[in-house]
């Protein structure tokens, strides 16, 4: 069927019109994509207009994008369409694949906190400081936090919207990990890598099953993962700082997990405490230093504008977290604190006894804070995804990051943090040069690697200013933009004499706790032109083995996420128990 570029009064009505609810034939839709892939589509009002005349003409009910998206993808493969600037913009939320990895967030069962947090909402149903309306948390129930079906739908979802799923980081949230039963947690895991895998794999109920059981199904399925087409690379948990010890440690190894994102709040005891959170910076020290010793990625989780705080007092925890050698992370999430029902927070504002820094205070606090950031940190979120309605009182602003990058625009100024260097889209590759950095941080040297195009002012070669603690100078007008460079690909190499005596392959190596490329996410075996193909992470690589033998390493080890160990196997690296190893 020939379907005619115009509008007729008929076509109007319909425009006008509900759309009916039946569902649409593939090949109506087929017809449909076809026929839109052959329009230079302006906008999505445009859009909009010639998807619903082609429907009217093909007599057929309106689809959604997410189909379209669908058979778009399925007739670009098999060549029988052009690729449309429109519809790869029309892929929803692109920076998801930006990064260089398509993420994932699961949600744990409700399950009982020992915190009792003034700030922490705690909604019936749901694991504590989690609320209905967040997607993620949505998209939980509607699964009956079912892991293996939250991980396979996710999938096949961003693959319906045109997002690659080679490699996956998944993100367990759902509170404190590490006070859920060590035979849920094994169960939960697996079935997460099970959804992951492409082979059909059996079941196994948590509840009839032994911990050794689920131990070995969780072995089959991470081997599977080595392989399958949906890789994960990365695993992040999150839990309270005082949780972390040496067996729980081990238990996360075994796990697979790469990452431990950790609720730190504020580095001031007395707010801490106010606060009920229950442990001190002592416990957040130790976590620190257990974490980074077994090679994990450490991301802090911290809360300005909380309880008996203050906007001096947030600045000096700020500047202490990177100012002190005993913290350091290496990524960040920064929230507001707001007032939510259900939490004790609730009932000190009704009383009035607690108000909430106003988004002036916040935007200028925020502003600050990006700026004392060092280039070794990614500030991963500057707020959550918590609904407006269920906010009672406290910052509403859904696009925080955006206005704060705008406020520093404003002034001249930006911010030097991983992310807002990342290259995501470009493909101008010339002109990327190796630079280093060295800081301490929990009784060890830590060694940060990264390929950055260099500034047009600054001399090639020229390490870029940064103070003692590894903070960028702060400079400002036009010397702002200039010296803003573009980053491909980093590697943390960390050098230590102590290591743990629970990870008896990690003594006497050098050990490398992340290497990523960024760059519009590259199927395993994709374009050969693209930044995650460009020898970028083999060279960082290889870089810090020679940085580790000049030091008297004599092998090196990887934190490797599961879905990753087979690139480093072709490095030369081997399985040794739960980290790639190679002598150097």
């Known amino acids: 069927m020939t379907i005619q570029n115009k509008k007729t009064k008929s076509d109007t009505v319909r425009y006008l019109t509900k759309p009916r609810s039946e569902p649409c034939s593939t090949t109506g839709v087929i017809q449909l994509v076809k026929f839109l892939a052959n329009r230079n589509i302006k906008n999505s009002e445009d859009f909009l207009k010639l998807k619903q005349n082609a429907a009217a003409q093909l007599k057929m009910p309106l689809p959604d994008n997410v189909s379209i998206l669908e058979i778009y993808q399925k007739l670009l493969k098999k060549r029988k369409i052009k690729k449309n600037r429109f519809f790869e913009k029309l892929k929803k939320r692109p920076v998801r694949s930006l990064s260089g990895i398509a993420v994932i967030s699961v949600l744990t069962k409700p399950f009982k906190c020992p915190g009792q947090c003034l700030f922490c909402p705690s909604e019936k149903n749901l694991p504590k400081s989690y609320v209905s309306g967040e997607p993620a948390v949505e998209r939980a129930k509607y699964f009956k936090f079912d892991p293996y079906l939250q991980v396979k739908k996710r999938i096949e979802t961003l693959e319906k919207l045109g997002h690659p799923t080679d490699k996956i980081e998944l993100i367990v949230i759902g509170g404190s990990w590490s006070v859920l039963p060590k ?12 959804g992951a895998n492409e082979k059909k794999s059996e079941s196994e109920s948590k509840s009839k099953k032994t911990l050794r059981k689920l131990e070995e199904g969780l072995t089959r399925e991470q081997k599977r993962n080595e392989k399958t087409k949906h890789r994960i690379i990365g695993l992040t948990l999150e ?3 005082d949780l972390i010890t040496p067996p729980e440690i081990l238990m996360m190894r075994k796990l697979g997990a790469t990452r431990i994102e950790i609720g730190v709040q504020i580095l001031n005891d007395k707010i801490l405490n106010l606060n009920n959170r229950g442990h001190s910076l002592k416990e957040i020290v130790e976590a620190t230093l257990l974490l980074r010793e077994a090679g994990f990625k450490i991301c802090y989780h911290l809360m300005f504008g909380l309880p008996f705080s203050s906007f001096k007092k947030d600045v000096e925890c700020f500047k202490k977290v990177f100012a002190d050698s005993r913290f350091r992370p290496d990524m960040l999430k920064l929230y507001p604190c707001v007032v939510i029902k259900g939490s004790k927070l609730f009932k000190l504002w009704q009383k009035k006894k607690y108000i909430p820094c106003s988004n002036k205070i916040l935007i200028n606090l925020l502003t600050k804070t990006k700026l004392m ?3 070794y940190v990614r500030i991963n979120r500057v707020i959550r995804d918590i609904p407006a309605t269920k906010i ?13 990058l705008k406020e520093l625009k404003k002034r001249g100024l930006s911010c030097q943090c991983i992310r807002c260097k990342e290259i995501k889209n470009e493909t101008d590759l010339r002109g990327f040069k190796l630079v280093k950095r060295e800081y301490e941080s929990s009784r060890g040297k830590e060694i940060f690697l990264s390929f950055e195009n260099q500034p047009r002012r600054q ?3 020229a390490p870029i200013p940064t103070n003692m603690s590894g903070s960028p100078d702060v400079r400002r007008g036009s010397e702002a933009s200039e010296t803003k460079n573009k980053l491909v690909a980093f590697l943390r190499l960390r050098l230590q004499n102590n290591f743990p005596k629970y990870f008896k392959e990690l003594k006497n190596a050098a050990l490398i706790r992340e290497v990523h490329t960024y760059g519009e996410l590259t199927p395993i075996g994709g374009r050969k032109d693209a930044a995650q ?7 960082l690589i290889n870089e810090a083995e020679k940085i580790a033998e000049k030091n008297g390493f004599k092998k090196m080890a990887v934190i490797s996420g599961i879905g990753a160990r087979e690139y480093y196997r072709k490095l030369g690296y081997r399985l040794m128990n739960t980290y790639m190893i190679k002598s150097i």
């Open 183 to 194: 035979r849920y947690q094994t169960w939960f895991i697996k079935e997460c890598f099970r």
């Open 459 to 461: 001399r090639v070669g």
């Open 392 to 404: 009672e009182a406290g910052s509403k602003i859904s696009n925080l990051r955006e206005t704060v």
């Open 533 to 539: 193909h460009q020898g970028f992470g083999k060279k």
């Open 373 to 375: 950031v060092p280039p």
């Open 239 to 241: 839990t309270r700082p």
